[in-house]
Structures are given as C-alpha cells and as structure tokens.
C-alpha cells in the first residue's frame, strides 16, 4: 500500500497552476474498429491527451471508450473532479465533484495562454463516487482506484480520435501487468510546460506491479506533474496498461504511480451502470521508436 502522506494527487496542485494562468490477450493484433465515424488522427482535436479542465483544475485525457449504444467517452483520473487536499488520496474518502459536472477539453493550454476549447463534456463516472456510494472497505481498492469517465457532448462527438499521440495505439487492454524494467510510454499535457510538445511524450520504466494489482510504480523522463494527471500509460507491446495517478515523494522520490487500468475499467463495469463499456483501440499503429 501507498503511504497517502508520502503522495500527491496531481491534480489537486493541477488547480492551483490553472488558477494561476486564469479482454484481449497482449498479443493480440489490432482489430476494426466497430465504430468507422472516428476523425483522422491528424486532425481529431479530442483525443487521448488532450487537456480537459474540470472548473479550472487542469488534466490530461487517457484513453477513449464507448458502450453498448456507441457513446463515446474521455477518460482521465477520479481526482481530477476532487475537492480535497493534494494529500488527499484515499478515493473512499476524499471529497469530489458530482457527477454532471461540465468538463471542458482544451487545446494549447499552459501558463502563458488560456488555450482554445475544442468541445465538452458531462462527468458520468467516477470510481471515487462509486466507491463510497458503494461503502468500498477494501484499503487497495480505495487508495488505486482512479478513474473517472466523461460523456463527449453529442455536438463533439465527430472530433474524436482514440490514437495516443506520438506512440499510436492502443492496441488492447494489457491485463497481466508490467514486469520490473519493462518499458512503458505516455503522453502527457501540463500546462507547467508552457505549451512545449516536445516535452509531452514520455518514455521510462515500469518498477513492477503491487502485489494487489492496483498499481504500477513508474519512472518517466521527465516525471509527470501536475497537468499530466489521468494520463495514459502503454506496456511495451502498446496496451493500455494504466492512468497516471500520483507522484511520489518517498521512499520512491520523483516516481509516478500509474493506476491499472484493467483492474480501474473492471470495476467500473461492474459498478459504473454504462452498459457495454470498453476501451477503444486507436486507428494508427503503435510505434514505440522515439
């Protein structure tokens, strides 16, 4: 278990800049999409990495998922609609937002611009709020569990792509795991970097998995920081492994904990009531070489 006074929701501190500035194996191949309306990734402007600001606090977007009636939703983390301390990060406690909260998806934003809004959308999941309406005790469950889902408005629905920038994928769902030195790949999108994009993707190493499953502790060049927050991880073969969840301050100092997103996705169709939820796999090719 993490030591919630050693961690920091990245978000929490994520509000303060933006105040500021005003089941698929790994192996498995690449299917059709089932969906054929995605936008062309080089030109989609809501995609896995885009920023999305939740009443002023700023993260950076997942991956994309849809149900059973083809509604197209944005991940990012449950902590990014939190209402506590940056300290705060046992989700069976700690205040949010509600669900229905408006979440804007942003391009460009950093401390020198406001940046441009590219579409919305309604906060309809988060496991913080599932986890207490539920009376979660499990203490695992509720210190990893990070992930929230936001509905795009049905007028933005056409801007959407699922391809992570720079890597492409995913390429499905990774669902044993990462090993201690395997390498792993983000994108990130604070604003703290002043709207440089060279500084968005990320390559580093994954220190293993938490005996509980829950997590992946993980050291990026550089480390993600507050803006980063509920952004997307892929394993080495280009799955979707996790979402960026904390930074360490020991014993672990400048590592990242990434939430699995298997386990988060799990738990959220078994208790989010979307029916048919699952991850979309993205249209470009996953291309690990920097």
Not at 147 to 157: F, N
Request: net charge negative; hydrophobic share 35%; proline share 6%.
């Amino acid at each position: 278990m993490r030591t919630p006074t050693k961690l920091l929701t990245l978000a929490a501190a994520a509000g303060l800049v933006a105040a500021a500035a005003t089941s698929t194996p790994a192996s498995a191949a690449p299917k059709k999409q089932a969906r054929a309306s995605w936008a062309p990734a080089d030109t989609a402007t809501i995609h896995p990495g885009v920023q999305m600001y939740t009443e002023g606090a700023q993260c950076t977007a997942n991956f994309v998922y849809t149900d059973t009636a083809g509604t197209t939703y944005v991940g990012y983390a449950a902590h990014c609609a939190g209402l506590g301390e940056a300290t705060d990060t046992d989700g069976c406690t700690s205040p949010s937002l509600p669900l229905g909260t408006k979440v804007d998806f942003v391009e460009g934003g950093s401390l020198l611009t406001e940046g441009t809004r590219v579409g919305g959308g309604t906060l309809v999941y988060s496991s913080w709020l599932t986890m207490q309406q539920r009376g979660e005790k499990d203490a695992d469950t509720c210190a990893y569990n990070d992930l929230a889902l936001v509905k795009v408005d049905a007028a933005d629905a056409g801007k959407v792509n699922p391809s992570v920038p720079f890597w492409g994928g995913p390429v499905g769902l990774n669902t044993d795991g990462t090993s201690a030195g395997e390498t792993v790949y983000s994108y990130g999108n604070s604003s703290l970097r002043a709207g440089v994009e060279e500084l968005s993707p990320k390559q580093g190493t994954s220190l293993g998995t938490d005996p509980s499953g829950w997590t992946h502790p993980v050291y990026t060049v550089t480390p993600g920081v507050p803006g980063d927050s509920g952004s997307a991880f892929l394993d080495s073969e280009g799955n979707a492994v996790g979402t960026l969840s904390t930074l360490a301050i020991a014993p672990l100092a400048g590592s990242n904990g990434v939430g699995d997103l298997a386990h988060e996705l799990a738990y959220a169709q078994a208790n989010g009531g979307i029916a048919g939820l699952r991850l979309v796999r993205g249209t470009e090719p996953f291309s690990p070489l920097l």
